[in-house]
């Protein structure tokens, strides 16, 4: 039992190494690499911010509408109650805009993209068109690894300031029409609410959850060794460690925030 | 004639606890055009692996180009397999990538050429190597012939000093292998110093394939093979 916990400790270690190199490699590579296949890994990298952004928008657009009626709905169901419709604009910014926001985005790209990506490289690996590719002198990591992850973290970038501006504008669609509340009464709330900190906190917090779910899911994908079916597991487990490590580096980023 | 391929006193034993190599010595020199012959499952392709790097060695050394691959930096192993070309026994084109882009990527990484001159290069190479189809297509439904076409352009694609091909000949009737093998000839030839190395099931399978020298792989050793015929100095 004891020999099985530690097993599984030092796979956890090990994986969490392998994920922090990819990301570590990712980010000196995409800032100081030589020129040399740059032209190559660009492709690869605007596909994966196509991918990953402009073809989640649709769900991304649902999704943050909803959620912002969802949250002014419940406000407006108890602010009222207290005299405090003008707190509309904090609830909106510190649910929203500093943890929900990113959070989403996060969680939506973990399912489509995420999970494409482990699947793509797995099978990749199942073919033997990762060896082709270091047999060409091409390192697998700078081709396939770099490009998902800076383009993961990119459109989660750009993705989580898209939400949060149709989330809070669709939470606007009940405040206006289902309260009365003017729009000049709802942005200056909101206007008066936020500040810089704000901001920066939910747009760090979304290019780490890039660089978590690009690594995560490359390092899982890559993980496959012979056997086909070994692909739907690194694909579970990269959904699960991406889960996992977003919902911690949240925490530890709004407490660093929170004593800021 | 310099040695391209050196290997010395190699053992190697698979993840399964086999023995599938035990002190193998072997050179290959430029300009060579050698062959390989070795049954089903005798090691072939793992010792290509071995030779470029792909698989690590349980004991002994393989020196490419005068380097010991087992004694330098993973960038500088890269550097050195960007000298080599290395058509795959099932083609192993990259599945989303399409046909050209297939011939374009080791010339992104490996040569200085502009965009338009690596996709007119790959243009060429494609034509040279009898493809015709949709060079913007995907690879995955091509039939076995023409992706194994498609991995010799994409090989031929950054001029290599050292070409390999595992049994490239497979699955090609009578006129598409005579194809392949003056295109093969031609290439070797057109690089004085270049070597190439291919690699059969049987011995039988080369005889109109001139070679200047034959080993084959027995008791898990690379000895010299018994076959006169075909051989050019």
């Avoid at chain 1, 419709?85 to 510190?94: D, S």
Wanted: net charge neutral; proline share 3%; with cysteine.
């Amino acid at each position: 039992m004891l020999r099985y916990i530690g097993e599984k400790f030092l796979t956890s270690l090990r994986d969490l190494n392998g994920i922090i190199s990819s990301a570590v490699y990712s980010i000196s590579s995409f800032l100081f690499s030589s020129k040399h296949g740059r032209r190559a890994a660009s492709r690869v990298l605007y596909k994966q911010v196509y991918f990953t952004g402009i073809e989640a928008l649709p769900i991304i657009s649902w999704i943050a509408i909803l959620l912002g009626i969802i949250i002014v709905t419940e406000a407006m169901s108890i602010l009222p109650q207290i005299g405090g419709e003008r707190f509309i604009g904090k609830i909106m910014v510190w649910v929203v805009i500093r943890e929900l926001g990113p959070l989403f985005a996060a969680i939506i790209v973990i399912a489509r993209s995420g999970t494409a990506m482990a699947a793509e490289l797995g099978s990749m690996k199942i073919n033997n068109e990762v060896m082709a590719i270091e047999a060409m002198g091409i390192d697998p990591q700078v081709y396939l690894v770099v490009p998902r992850v800076i383009g993961a973290s990119l459109a989660i970038f750009i993705l989580t300031f898209y939400f949060e501006v149709i989330s809070v504008l669709g939470g606007y669609l009940l405040a206006g029409f289902g309260t009365r509340m003017s729009f000049h009464v709802y942005a200056s709330s909101i206007l008066e609410a936020i500040n810089i900190t704000d901001i920066i906190a939910s747009l760090l917090k979304s290019l780490f959850f890039g660089l978590i779910i690009g690594a995560v899911c490359c390092y899982h994908g890559l993980k496959v060794g012979r056997s086909i079916t070994e692909i739907p597991q690194e694909t579970t487990k990269a959904v699960i460690t991406s889960l996992f490590l977003i919902f911690v580096v949240d925490g530890m980023v709004t407490m660093i925030f929170f004593f800021i | 004639m310099s040695a391209l391929i050196e290997i010395k006193d190699l053992t190697y034993i698979n993840e399964n606890g086999d023995c599938i190599f035990s002190d193998v010595d072997a050179a290959f020199s430029s300009g060579e055009k050698a062959a390989i012959i070795g049954g089903g499952g005798s090691g072939k392709t793992t010792l290509l692996k071995l030779v470029i790097g792909l698989l690590k060695p349980t004991d002994g050394s393989i020196y490419l180009f005068g380097e010991d691959i087992s004694k330098i930096s993973r960038s500088r192993l890269y550097s050195i397999r960007s000298r080599l070309g290395f058509v795959f026994e099932n083609a192993m084109l990259i599945s989303n990538l399409k046909v050209v882009e297939n011939i374009t990527l080791p010339l992104y990484y490996h040569t200085e050429y502009l965009e338009d001159e690596i996709f007119k290069r790959a243009l060429t190479l494609l034509d040279i190597v009898g493809y015709e189809g949709d060079v913007w297509s995907l690879p995955g439904h091509l039939p076995a012939q023409t992706k194994k076409a498609v991995a010799l352009a994409r090989a031929m694609a950054i001029e290599p000093d050292i070409m390999i091909y595992d049994k490239i000949f497979e699955e090609f009737d009578d006129a598409q292998r005579q194809g392949m093998i003056n295109l093969i000839d031609k290439f070797h030839a057109a690089k004085k110093e270049r070597l190439s190395v291919i690699t059969f099931d049987r011995i039988d399978e080369m005889t109109d394939i001139p070679c200047s020298r034959v080993l084959k792989i027995e008791n898990k050793r690379l000895v010299p093979a018994d076959f006169k015929q075909g051989l050019v100095e």
